[in-house]
């Protein structure tokens, strides 16, 4: 067994030991709304949003941005548990920022084994096992992270299964510092309308 399946489960462990009263906690959101966000280790929407277990809905993915499964989450949220806000949350440093779609098809296509970023640009080797399957995935890559936060909150805004009475907030975390800073943009563009 790994160290890091030991360490895991261990955490359990002592986590069963104190779950108390927390079997009571009900499916819908006690809060009522729903981050969407990345999924870099470097982000704790419990911590920069201040929830408890029960809050709130946390979807995320890589560069938390608006994917077709992403919204799939976030109308689930509204339709069956009652979530009236959702908040897109990107961040500063973003991964997504260090490459495009045809820097990832390549190294798909090169092998299964990671590839690393020596500074500049990512390589990987060519094990033989590559695949051109990943030239055909649109990755959601960015450059500017306040920008990709807009361009998220305008397609859900726009998505016609999201109601026009549901808040959308677009804001950018940022690494250095743990600021929460809504883009004023985003916001405008995912305001509720009656």
Same mark, same amino acid.
């Given at each position: 067994m790994s160290k890091t399946r030991?360490?895991?489960?261990?955490? +359990?462990?002592?986590?069963?030991?104190?779950f108390g009263e927390k079997s009571r906690l009900t499916m819908p959101p006690v809060r009522r709304f729903a981050i969407l966000t990345c999924m870099d280790a470097r982000?704790?929407?419990?911590?920069?949003?201040?929830?408890s277990?029960?809050?709130a809905h946390v979807i995320? +993915?890589?560069?938390?941005?608006?994917?077709?499964?992403?919204?799939r989450s976030l109308v689930i949220?509204?339709?069956?548990?009652?979530?009236?806000?959702w908040f897109v949350v990107h961040h500063t440093d973003c991964g997504m920022a260090t490459f495009d779609n045809p820097t990832m098809g390549e190294l798909v296509s090169r092998g299964h084994q990671p590839a690393h970023h020596d500074g500049v640009a990512w390589h990987c080797e060519d094990d033989g096992h590559g695949s051109e399957e990943g030239r055909f995935i649109p990755w959601l890559t960015f450059s500017d992270a306040a920008e990709a936060v807009l361009e998220d909150v305008k397609r859900i805004r726009q998505h016609p299964m999201v109601?026009?009475?549901?808040?959308?907030?677009?804001?950018?975390?940022?690494c250095e510092s743990g600021e929460l800073a809504p883009i004023p943009t985003?916001?405008?563009?995912?305001?509720a309308r009656a």
């Amino acid at each position: 067994m790994s160290k890091t399946r030991q360490a895991v489960e261990a955490a +359990n462990a002592r986590y069963r030991k104190q779950f108390g009263e927390k079997s009571r906690l009900t499916m819908p959101p006690v809060r009522r709304f729903a981050i969407l966000t990345c999924m870099d280790a470097r982000l704790d929407p419990a911590k920069f949003a201040g929830l408890s277990e029960g809050d709130a809905h946390v979807i995320r +993915n890589a560069g938390g941005r608006a994917s077709d499964d992403a919204i799939r989450s976030l109308v689930i949220s509204y339709k069956l548990l009652g979530t009236r806000e959702w908040f897109v949350v990107h961040h500063t440093d973003c991964g997504m920022a260090t490459f495009d779609n045809p820097t990832m098809g390549e190294l798909v296509s090169r092998g299964h084994q990671p590839a690393h970023h020596d500074g500049v640009a990512w390589h990987c080797e060519d094990d033989g096992h590559g695949s051109e399957e990943g030239r055909f995935i649109p990755w959601l890559t960015f450059s500017d992270a306040a920008e990709a936060v807009l361009e998220d909150v305008k397609r859900i805004r726009q998505h016609p299964m999201v109601p026009a009475d549901i808040a959308i907030y677009g804001y950018l975390y940022h690494c250095e510092s743990g600021e929460l800073a809504p883009i004023p943009t985003a916001m405008a563009a995912g305001r509720a309308r009656a």
